[in-house]
T-cell receptor, first 112, second 112 residues
Framework: DAGVTQSPTHLIKTRGQQVTLRCSPI?????VSWYQQVLGQGPQFIFQ???????GRGNFPDRFSARQFPNYSSELNVNALLLGDSALYLC???????????FGQGTRLTVV | AQSVTQPDIHITVSEGASLELRCNYS??????LFWYVQSPGQGLQLLLK??????LVQGIKGFEAEFKRSQSSFNLRKPSVHWSDAAEYFC??????????FGAGTRLFVKA
């Protein structure tokens, strides 16, 4: 079975641009979470979605948004990119009620 | 507020020597606790988890962790380290909600 898949694997954007990151959860998992991992730090929670509804949001500005589709895949959008948005963005999927999250390989975003 | 502290930013261990990585958490009750490993540029792989019951938890790759409620700790151990264990290790907790809180990580170096 395929694990959590994320695309693209690497991305370079210019300050002020917008970016969309994609995630496909493990088959059967209906919950998707997004994390930001800045170099040298642990992952920080951004969003969790279940059944297309946002269930939780971390301490991130409104420039960050996400959505979940009927097939449970998800997109993370970041507008007006800043240099500080450069990070590894991790997607994780889980079953509802299961606190164990399964992580993808991440998307490395570099903002120049 | 819940938090996870990993006191050691990096640790160097000789190959074949034993390993202990420290983790302390802050939460009023017993959380769900996890240890993840991350190789450079990769996503997170779950090593082991503690939900309840036996306080000594066995994981993959020969790792184990012990939950100590009195010390609010969940230290990771391995009796004999291999060069392939060199990576970043993250302790994490979930209180049964929608997000997982990570520590800042401990980088493990293995010397021959």
């Amino acid at each position: 079975d395929a694990g959590v898949t994320q695309s693209p694997t690497h991305l370079i954007k210019t300050r002020g641009q917008q970016v969309t990151l994609r995630c496909s959860p493990i088959s059967g998992h209906k919950s998707v979470s997004w994390y930001q991992q800045v170099l040298g730090q642990g992952p920080q929670f951004i969003f969790q979605y279940y059944e297309k509804e946002e269930r939780g949001r971390g301490n991130f500005p409104d420039r960050f948004s996400a959505r979940q589709f009927p097939n449970y895949s998800s997109e993370l959008n970041v507008n007006a990119l800043l240099l500080g948005d450069s990070a590894l963005y991790l997607c994780a999927s889980s079953s509802l009620g299961d606190t164990e999250a399964f992580f993808g390989q991440g998307t490395r975003l570099t903002v120049v | 507020a819940q938090s996870v502290t990993q006191p050691d930013i990096h640790i160097t261990v000789s190959e074949g020597a034993s390993l202990e990585l420290r983790c302390n958490y802050s939460y009023g009750a017993t959380p769900y606790l996890f240890w993840y490993v991350q190789s450079p540029g990769q996503g997170l792989q779950l090593l082991l988890k503690y939900f309840s019951g036996d306080t000594l938890v066995q994981g993959i790759k020969g790792f184990e962790a012990e939950f100590k409620r009195s010390q609010s700790s969940f230290n990771l151990r391995k009796p004999s380290v291999h060069w392939s264990d060199a990576a970043e290790y993250f302790c994490a907790l979930n209180t049964g909600g929608f997000k997982t809180i990570f520590g800042a990580g401990t980088r493990l170096f293995v010397k021959a």
